[in-house]
């Protein structure tokens, strides 16, 4: 009787291992297939903003935008492409600034950030009190556009694109919190073997914190490549154009000459690749900072996931 209850156990145990298995392989597949369907959502408006630099102004009006181009046509292209020394110029501009900025801003944020989160830092409180105001308040476009023009000069310089994001306060207190959450022992014993602070930030801090710091990298990279306000405010001298504010220019251009064209007998006849050129815009923006996530993609989870705000 006994050996027939264990033998009777275990085939139980073994239906109920196959069966937590079978429940196991279907959750994983229903997560495989939910993760699919959001990666083609994610990647069909790409596809059809590809697709849409590529069709003629015609096609688009007639079919709308397609994943495959009705009427395949390079003139979006053409007409961004007219003046390709601009355009190069631009985008060497744009590199410029984007590397410079994300690099001195990550290098402040990062020395803010750590020293919010010594707690032997005697103001450390007022000073995070600080950041968190600039953060939920400003002194408006006004004050900041006297302190850039008439108090620093920096108009039609590269660095009136860097200057204004330098320290961006989320950043500040993402890093804050980061550096909060790493073991304190490890610097205590570097302390104790004579290692002064500088070195214990550089040589064991930003180390450990290299995910944190990836993110907040991308972050800033994205925020100086996408920016054309400043540019807008601060820049007159063509070779000081960032891409992003060319491109803005090139669409208020087609903009305006579009409403000329409707407007103006003369002009009745001009027809321009309105809807093409602003696909083609976003494909000839969007190609580096695709490059620059690609490089720190490894970084960006666990950088966002450890470096939540929480309080003190």
């Known amino acids: 009787m006994h050996i027939l209850s264990r033998s009777r156990d275990a085939g139980l145990a073994r239906a109920s291992r196959q069966m937590w298995r079978s429940e ?74 984007t590397l410079a900025g994300s690099v001195a801003s990550l290098v402040i944020v990062a020395l803010l950030g750590y020293v919010l989160s010594r707690r032997e830092f005697p103001w450390r409180r007022q000073l995070s009190f600080f950041v968190l105001f600039t953060m939920l308040f400003n002194g408006g476009l006004v004050p900041i556009y006297l302190v850039m023009t008439q108090l620093l000069h ?8 860097i200057v204004p994001y330098l320290v961006i306060p989320l950043h500040v207190l993402l890093l ?12 205590e014993a570097a302390r104790l073997d004579g290692a002064g602070e500088w070195r214990i930030f550089w040589q064991i801090n930003v180390p450990m914190a290299a995910p944190a710091l ?3 990298g991308l972050f800033s990279m994205l925020i100086y490549w996408n ?14 154009m960032s891409l992003q504010y060319l491109l803005y220019q090139i669409s208020s251009n087609i903009e305006m000459l579009s409403r000329m064209s409707t407007t103006s007998d003369t002009a009745a006849t001009l027809i321009l690749p309105t809807q ?37």
């Open 24 to 97: 196991r392989g279907r959750l994983h597949l229903a997560i495989h297939v939910f993760l699919l369907l959001l990666s083609v959502a994610f990647i069909l408006p790409f596809l059809l903003l590809l697709s849409g630099s590529f069709s003629s102004e015609d096609s688009i009006s007639t079919y709308g935008y397609t994943l495959l181009p009705h009427e395949f046509s390079l003139t979006a292209y053409q007409y961004l492409l007219a003046d390709p020394g601009q355009i190069l110029q631009s985008y060497l501009v744009s590199i410029e600034v």
């Open 154 to 161: 920096l108009q039609n310089t590269l660095l009136a694109y």
């Open 176 to 187: 804050r919190t980061y550096f909060a959450g790493l073991p304190i022992e490890i610097s």
């Open 214 to 216: 990836a993110t907040v």
């Open 227 to 240: 920016d054309w306000l400043q540019g807008l405010l601060y820049i007159s001298d063509p070779s000081q």
């Open 276 to 312: 093409s050129v602003l696909m083609a815009m976003a494909i000839l923006a969007i190609g580096p900072i695709v490059l620059a996530f690609g490089f720190t993609q490894r970084y960006f989870i666990r950088g966002v996931t450890l470096g939540g705000i929480k309080g003190d």
